[in-house]
């Protein structure tokens, strides 16, 4: 395979889950340059989540997280209100460094969230 049909591979496979993300989240695909790929909008019009698609055959979230996910899931799982299982990772680099909180959820339990915030 040349560089040339690897990068256009690439970029459709990217296209294609910028438009998968926009299906799901009932947002608008964008993605032109100097944009998010995908805005959704909140129930005031204005803009309520703006998401950066990134596609990858190599790079995988670390098993810790996968794991840390599925027991968030197996928690959430039957409570009244039906949350949303998150996990929380804050990244400490060491003293005098910034310290900065993560939130990761799936993507299909993220929309559900953003669903849920549309309507109230």
């Known amino acids: 395979m040349t560089a ?5 591979n690439t970029s459709k496979a990217g296209y294609g889950l910028e438009k998968e993300t ?4 009932e947002g608008t695909r ?3 340059a100097g944009n998010p790929d995908v805005v959704v909008l909140g129930a005031d019009g204005g803009e309520l989540v703006a998401i950066e698609c990134e596609h990858s055959k190599r790079a995988k979230p670390p098993a810790w997280m996968l794991e840390k996910l599925t027991q968030a899931a197996r928690l959430a799982r039957g409570r009244r209100g039906g949350p949303i299982p998150s996990l929380l990772f804050r990244h400490k680099p060491g003293p005098g ?3 900065n909180a993560y939130v990761v959820r799936l993507a299909e339990d993220d929309a559900e969230l953003v669903k849920r915030a549309r309507q109230t």
């Open 30 to 32: 964008i993605g032109r």
């Open 22 to 25: 926009a299906e799901l989240y």
């Open 4 to 8: 040339k049909r690897s990068v256009r």
């Open 97 to 99: 460094r910034a310290t």
